[in-house]
Nanobody
Framework: VQLVESGGGLVQAGGSLRLSCAAS????????MGWFRQAPGKEREFVSA????????SYADSVKGRFTISRDITKNTVYLRMNNLKPEDTAVYSC?????????????????WGQGTLVTVSS
């Protein structure tokens, strides 16, 4: 199984980015997908998750209304659209896959992880 994130970079506060996570080696349509982030010196933090069918979605309060998660089963890819970025959004963002499909906010529920992509928001 491979999860490969892309789309990170440096952006000014108020800007936008779209992260992608391409999955291979698993039946993508059977897995819930989540995004987590980890800032330097901080614990890993839940950002958002989407069920296998896309019918259920969850967001952390800190990103609600600014971030949008989506998935394209034809491309085996999950996306995270991030708008109105803030300096406190700076972190390494990682995607993860969960066969249980419960869209958990707990990182230990996810079996597979990508390496992450760095998002830096300047003030």
């Amino acid at each position: 199984v491979q999860l490969v994130e892309s789309g990170g970079g440096l952006v000014q506060a108020g800007g936008s980015l779209r992260l992608s996570c391409a999955a291979s080696g698993l039946t993508f349509s059977r897995y819930a997908m989540g995004w987590f982030r980890q800032a330097p010196g901080k614990e890993r933090e839940f950002v958002s998750a989407i069920s296998s069918s896309g019918s259920r979605i969850s967001y952390a309060d800190s990103v609600k209304g600014r971030f949008t998660i989506s998935r394209d089963i034809t491309k085996n890819t999950v996306y995270l659209r991030m708008n109105n970025l803030k300096p406190e959004d700076t972190a390494v963002y990682s995607c993860a896959a969960d066969r249980s499909n419960i869209i958990s906010s707990s990182w230990y529920e996810y079996e597979y992880w990508g390496q992450g992509t760095l998002v830096t928001v300047s003030s």
